[in-house]
């Protein structure tokens, strides 16, 4: 059986230090490949088109372009690779902004390495989930009292796009904005995790969105969770 190729990662942060730890990290594993790395999000274009990664690890604070700027600009462009935030601070409103422009997630920078690792494959395998803790801070920071903008706008976008779901569909989305694993959802709705698979994709499609991660942010932008 052919092996799977090597995730391919491009680092971009304006730490040097942090790049190199990063890169040790990830470099030591025979599964993850390092492909190049940048300094700001401005080179992050040039970057992605000359490395191909397939995960980018973005730090979301750099002096010119920024990693919120960056990942808006990397998820709106044709078959984007999957980004990973890369923060000191959890659940602050720029990670939430990264998150609903198609991050797939975030990592604290005090991650343990071996999380590090495991995020970027699941990220590359498209299992990207926030975890329930994380969820929780998410939740708390989506639900707090908006600014005068338009508190009301993005729920009933929210609820108006969940509407036209189908009953099991709304429950599969109601799990991913709970910070369910497909497995979690698989023994809680008496599904296969294929089906549940299934039912993602077919959640991304119906509702315009790029991963699941934006789903869970839709479903408790709705209230549901």
């Given amino acids: 059986m052919t092996a799977e190729p090597p995730v391919r990662v491009l680092i971009v942060d304006d730490d040097a230090l942090v790049r190199a730890a990063l890169s040790m990290i990830l470099g030591g594993m025979p599964d993850v490949r390092v492909v190049g790395e940048a300094t700001d999000g401005a080179e992050v274009p040039a970057a992605v088109a000359a490395y191909a990664p397939d ?123 709970q910070g369910r694993s497909n497995a979690e959802i698989s023994a809680e709705l008496f599904m296969s995790v294929a089906t549940v698979k299934a039912y993602v994709s077919r959640l991304l499609t119906k509702l315009d969105l790029n991963n699941r991660v934006q789903v869970a942010l839709l479903v408790q932008d709705a209230g549901l969770v």
């Avoid at 959890?90 to 797939?104: F, K, M, N, P, Y």
């Avoid at 338009?150 to 599969?172: H, K, Q």
């Fill in 55 to 177: 995960v980018v690890l973005m730090d979301i604070r750099m002096p010119r372009v920024d990693g919120l700027a960056a990942t808006e600009a990397l998820r709106a462009a044709p078959d984007p690779p999957e980004v990973l935030v890369l923060t000191t601070f959890d659940a602050d409103e720029q990670v939430l902004r990264a998150l609903r422009a198609g991050a797939s997630g975030f990592l604290l920078k005090d991650t343990p390495p071996a999380e590090i690792v495991a995020a970027v494959r699941r990220v590359a395998a498209g299992e990207a989930t926030l975890s329930p803790a994380v969820t929780r801070k998410l939740i708390a920071h989506v639900t707090a009292p908006a600014p005068a903008r338009s508190p009301d706008t993005r729920r009933e976008r929210a609820l108006r796009l969940l509407d036209d779901l189908t009953e099991r569909e709304r429950e599969v989305a109601v799990a991913l904005g």
